[in-house]
């Protein structure tokens, strides 16, 4: 699986939008990139992921560049309860069950 | 509500104890994960299980010894584990092959 580079950390108003940049420069054609996030003392929740083209859901957007070698994850209307580390992994859509590997991502603290 | 449960969420022990971690899910999931997350590192994968067969296993020390009885259950027995081994125990489950893995919250271990 593609390695992926993310700020350690981030802080953005209440209400304003989050914008958390990916770099996944060494990703290859069948390879998604998924978007995870891990609020203080829970597990990882899933966000969204994509292939090449943009996406929403009613949690985030996520923009891929043309040339796919890096992404953004956009929380619109950020609350305080988006606080946590969000996780940006790039790893084939399917295949044998195999584990999904988590780097270090990027804290985001919403501030009030 | 995850979909994933896991018991307990906390537990104390002492390093010749055995105990067991437990893991549930309900979404009709066929391949069921461990992973381990320790103070300031990201989460490693320890074990994998697809359609209740052992798949992958990271080089696991023996001291934790897995078991899964069907796709729903998934235990981690633990024994004469030592104090490196506190660290938030989580279980995750998938549809085979699929990158979309639902954790559970997890359980805090601290070892004596």
């Known amino acids: 699986d593609a390695k992926t580079t993310q700020p350690t950390s981030m802080d953005c108003a209440e209400g304003r939008a989050a914008n958390l940049p990916c770099n996944h420069s060494?990703?290859?054609?069948?390879?998604?990139v998924y978007w995870y996030r891990q609020i203080h003392s829970q597990g990882p929740q899933y966000i969204i992921h994509?292939?090449?083209n943009n996406e929403t859901n009613e949690m985030a957007s996520l923009i891929i560049t043309e040339d796919r070698k890096s992404s953004t994850l956009i929380l619109p209307h950020a609350t305080l309860r988006d606080t946590a580390v969000y996780y940006c992994?790039?790893?084939?859509?399917?295949?044998?069950?195999?584990?999904?590997?988590f780097g270090s991502g990027t804290q985001l603290t919403v501030l009030p | 509500e995850t979909g994933v449960t896991q018991t307990p969420r906390h537990l104390v022990m002492g390093m010749t104890n055995k105990k067991s971690l437990k893991c549930e899910q309900h979404?009709?999931?066929?391949?069921m994960y461990w992973y381990k997350q320790s103070a300031k590192k990201p989460l490693e994968l320890m074990f994998v299980?697809?359609?209740?067969?052992?798949?992958e296993n990271n080089s696991v020390p023996s001291r934790f010894s897995p078991e899964c009885p069907n796709s729903s259950h998934l235990f981690l027995h633990l024994h004469t584990l030592q104090p490196e081994d506190s660290a938030l125990y989580l279980c995750?489950?998938?549809?085979?092959?699929?990158?979309?893995?639902?954790f559970g919250d997890g359980t805090r271990l601290s070892i004596l």
């Open positions: 995750a489950s998938s549809q085979e092959g699929t990158a979309l893995q639902h």
């Open positions: 060494t990703i290859s054609g069948n390879e998604y």
């Open positions: 994509g292939l090449k």
């Open positions: 992994i790039v790893r084939v859509l399917s295949g044998s069950a195999r584990q999904l590997t």
């Open positions: 979404l009709g999931h066929n391949a």
């Open positions: 299980y697809n359609f209740k067969e052992q798949t």
